[in-house]
């Protein structure tokens, strides 16, 4: 059974078990290094939602009294989406909760990038366009 | 830098889902599967950037959305989040009653959005707004339809959850399947915030931009 490599007190041999055990938690890269939180009241939750109610009711009362010219209100609504998109993977998600490293950071880091480049390249690449149609 | 804590010292402080070694390797995965589906999704967005002005003499956004399913949604489906974030705080405290409130609370919420948004698209259809109309129209509903059936996929799989927290409780592997879940409701949430910036909000605006 692979369970019993990871409980070291059941089998023989312990000291080597214990050895590969803690090998497979040891943190190589600081910034992926597992966090939690834990408190007597929700405060993280309350917080991201309160954060994302008010980015998204900021968000909707900009458009509705057309509060900016087109150009930097389409920005601002973008911003105060990666925004919130940031919060909420930090607070809801848990981002950085892991055993051991938090691998799934460097994940999502490259599928972000991949996103980014895939969206941003065609908005980009449309505003030729007018060039040659 | 190197830090090794002592095995067993850091189990007893771990939640459950990753006090069990293979449940927390599950949860890796998952995120390599939500990473997959952002990719996904991005290509959606992308497509719809690229289409987003080709209304074939259709409907434009203006003609078409309207701010108050768009506000219920939003509320819905963030509010959603939130208590499927406490379901998740209640069973790290192992309240099996909590979790399962907090979870059956969320599906409720998700079911609303999911009912608001079949009655927005079917308001759209009977108008003659169907996908085969424009561009606009194929990457809307290609786009938005793709978050509706994750959101309706979402739903059924949290409803086999309550089931499983009702028999077995709050074991290491319903309480790493209750994480997996809220990881994929909160990045269901995540993605929504970026359609009513990108898709509604940014073409309710008046003008045209790039």
New interface residues.
Partial sequence: M??DR?Y?SHGTGAMNH?EI??N?????I?VL?PH?S?HKF?WH?VF??VF??AL?AI??LL??N?MLP??S??FV??V??VV??AI??G???HLR???GMA??ML??G???F???C??A???WI??FKSGVS | ???????LA?EQ???LE??D??E?IK??GF??F???D??L???L???F??MRYDYANGPTPLHLFH?TPL?VE?ALL??S??T???AI?QS?RQNKNGALSWLILTILLGMGFVGTEVHEFVSYVNSGATWHQSGFLSAFFTLVGTHGSHVTFGIFWALTLVAQLVQRGITPRTSRKLYTF??YW??L??VW??I???VY??N???????
């Fill in positions: 692979m369970a990871f070291p214990i055990a803690e497979e938690d040891r943190i190589e600081p290094a939690f834990s929700p939750q991201g939602y994302s109610m998204t968000a909707f458009v509705i057309q087109v150009a209100l389409v609504v973008i105060l989406a919130q998109a909420q993977f607070v809801f998600m909760e892991s055993r691998w799934q994940v999502l490259l599928g972000g991949i996103a980014l895939v969206v390249g065609s908005i449309m505003m | 830098m190197s830090q090794t804590l002592s095995k850091r402080e771990l939640p990753f006090a070694y293979h927390s949860i890796t995120w390599i939500l990473t997959t952002l990719v999704f991005s290509c967005f992308a497509t950037a690229v701010m506000i939003t963030l509010t989040s939130f499927c974030s406490l705080y790290r809220a990881l909160h990045f949430d995540i915030v970026f009513f910036s990108f909000l940014s309710m605006t008046g003008g045209k931009m790039v």
